[in-house]
């Protein structure tokens, strides 16, 4: 089969390389997947460059988000069959509850082999079912940014409708979010450098936009735009540059759901930023299967279409990470393994733009 590896993280861009590889064999409670389209996300980007926060093995198989058809199950496989269009799961062995110390070790294209090849085995508790609504390559950009987003605000946030939360910029998460928010009834804020980005943003339902370089006190702006309460929670996926502004955009007893670290990590934290909104921080590190299934089932009731930036072909692998490493994106950057053409799971159209 075809598939792209990595040599040595950090090893950049130009040193991804599409090899051969023996075809995977699914054994027990495991099943195969012929992988459709996969998508990028900010993690993939860090591996190759050196400066992910966890290492990872030489010649990976990149990419934690894929999605594609079920075409052989191993034995014990009750939870899908033959046919099934599914999406891995970011973390191949976090079936629910609290996450184990060594979950880190099953994340795809990082601690293990990831998606972007033409088939890969998956854990029977490590795929789910994609919306019915979705396309392939719609459901390929769920895993990491969606399950995240679904995991910051419900999970951790436990959002109501008429509450507001902040998020910064348009990547995958900050627009999963915003798409998710708006869903529930809740006021959303978010934040770019850029004024078309905030335009496309509301017309997604986006209340509120802020251009953080013309408004570098943009936490001012927030506080502002609720009347000086402060939101009720932050999607913090900045770091270094927007962590303390964070804190000044929050209310009182408001949450900071800590995701990324886009403008490099935060090393320092002030006890007292947090002491002086009786803060709540919490880590956010993607979302278990469980997590998955629940954001599917709310994507599926209200007929939510993530947002697709681009999308390269398996020849331009190395042009889709160039393109996410511009910032130019909105939305979800995808890779198509399969021709257009391709039928997946007997519907003809299910490729189709």
Not at 277 to 298: D, P
């Amino acid at each position: 089969m075809r598939a792209y590896q990595l040599p040595k993280g950090g090893a950049g861009i130009d040193a991804l390389v599409k090899v051969e590889r023996p075809n995977p064999k699914p054994a027990y409670r495991q099943v195969l997947v012929k992988v459709a389209a996969c998508s990028l996300n900010f993690r993939d980007l860090g591996i190759v460059r050196g400066t992910y926060r966890m290492p990872v093995p030489d010649n990976i198989i990149p990419l934690s988000d894929g999605a594609g058809e079920v075409i052989e199950v191993g034995s014990g496989v009750e939870r899908v069959k033959v046919g099934d269009k599914v999406a891995g799961c970011f973390f191949q062995r976090w079936p629910a509850g609290e996450a184990s110390p060594d979950v880190h070790a099953s994340a795809l294209g990082g601690g293990i082999d990831g998606m972007l090849a033409e088939y890969v085995v998956l854990e029977e508790e490590g795929v789910v079912k994609i919306p019915a609504h979705l396309t392939v390559e719609e459901g390929a950009t769920l895993p990491c940014a969606g399950v995240t987003a679904w995991h910051a605000l419900v999970e951790h946030g436990k959002v109501i409708a008429g509450q507001t939360v902040l998020l910064q910029g348009t990547g995958g998460v900050s627009i999963f979010g915003l798409q998710l928010a708006h869903a529930m009834g809740v006021q959303v804020i978010i934040t770019s450098s850029s004024d078309e980005k905030l335009a496309r943003a509301k017309k997604l339902g986006a209340n509120h936009g802020i251009n953080y370089k013309s408004t570098p006190d943009w936490e001012k702006a927030a506080m502002d735009f609720t009347g000086g309460r402060g939101v009720d929670q932050v999607v913090e996926v900045g770091g270094a540059g927007t962590l303390t502004r964070s804190f000044g955009a929050i209310r009182v007893g408001g949450k900071i759901s800590l995701i990324g670290g886009l403008s490099g990590p935060a090393t320092e934290l002030n006890p007292g930023l947090i002491l002086a909104r009786r803060a709540n921080v919490q880590g956010i590190s993607v979302g278990s299967t469980q997590m998955f299934e629940a954001m599917n089932r709310a994507i599926a009731a209200n007929g939510i279409k993530p947002v697709i930036d681009k999308v390269f072909g398996f020849d331009e692998v190395q042009a889709a990470y160039k393109h996410m490493s511009s910032g130019a994106h909105f939305g979800k950057i995808v890779i198509r393994v399969i021709p257009s053409n391709y039928t997946i799971g007997g519907a003809a159209a299910i490729l189709e733009k």
